[in-house]
């Protein structure tokens, strides 16, 4: 079974740091892009970046590049979301999600999905 | 990368159908069959039931549908159910490695 287990809530102050975690199993890590997700309280879903748990090859969203950065750990089947500097707008439920039913040269749609990480951000 | 356009609510009475419609652009929508849908519950997370424009994920009853012409994409879904009440985003590729997801629609069952 596919799982996507993301580390516990976070509550940080304005201009901390932060780095969130998403675990997968029950497949072979490096096979499937991952992604990241974010839903701001009471808003819809805003895709962010997505990465190739393989070769770490990166893409972000024009609204997120430069703001926040991912990576993997491949030894560990773990995908990452860093901010260096919080801003309260940061608040929001930050999901991660495997891609799927991918094609030559099409990394496929977010399939499965992680049970998500509320970010809170307040001085 | 403008978010896709979807009305903000929809409602149906049970056993009826409604349909939601999600419009993008010729770079996103329009370019490329690869339109998914998910459902989100509240307090949930989301749950893929359409993807490549028509397909079902295994386990997706066929009372969902998917369809799309030119730069829009629709969701069909008869026979409503009580438990489809629910949240609705439809997402697509906009190429090189990126996605754009619809503002959402929230469905209910009268």
């Known amino acids: 079974e596919v799982q996507l287990v993301q580390s516990g809530a976070e509550v940080r102050k304005p201009g901390e740091s932060l780095k969130i975690s998403c675990k997968g199993s029950?497949?072979?890590?490096?096979?499937?892009?991952i992604g990241w997700v974010r839903q701001m309280p009471g808003k819809g879903l805003e895709w962010m970046a997505i990465?190739?748990?393989?070769?770490?090859?990166?893409t972000y969203s024009p609204s997120f590049q430069g703001q926040v950065t991912i990576s993997v750990d491949k030894s560990f089947s773990t995908a990452y979301l860093q901010w260096s500097s919080l801003t309260a707008t940061d608040t929001a439920m930050y999901y991660c999600?495997?891609?799927?039913?991918?094609?030559?040269?099409?990394?496929?749609?977010?399939?499965?999905w992680g049970q998500g990480t509320p970010v809170t951000v307040s001085s | 990368q403008s978010a896709l356009t979807q009305p903000r609510s929809v409602s149906g009475s049970p056993g009826q159908s409604v349909t939601i419609s999600c419009t993008g652009t010729?770079?996103?929508?329009?370019?490329?069959?690869?339109v998914s849908w998910y459902q989100q519950h509240p307090g949930k997370a989301p749950k893929l039931i359409i993807y490549d424009v028509t397909r079902w994920p295994s386990g997706v009853p066929d009372r969902f549908s998917g369809s799309k012409s030119g730069n829009t994409a629709s969701l069909t879904i008869s026979g409503l159910q009580a438990e489809d009440e629910a949240d609705y985003y439809c997402c697509s590729y906009a190429g090189t490695y990126t996605w754009v997801f619809g503002g959402g629609t929230k469905l209910t069952v009268l």
């Open positions: 010729s770079s996103d929508v329009g370019g490329y069959n690869y």
């Open positions: 990465i190739n748990p393989r070769d770490s090859d990166s």
């Open positions: 999600v495997r891609h799927g039913y991918y094609s030559a040269g099409y990394p496929g749609t977010p399939v499965y």
């Open positions: 029950g497949y072979v890590f490096t096979s499937y892009w």
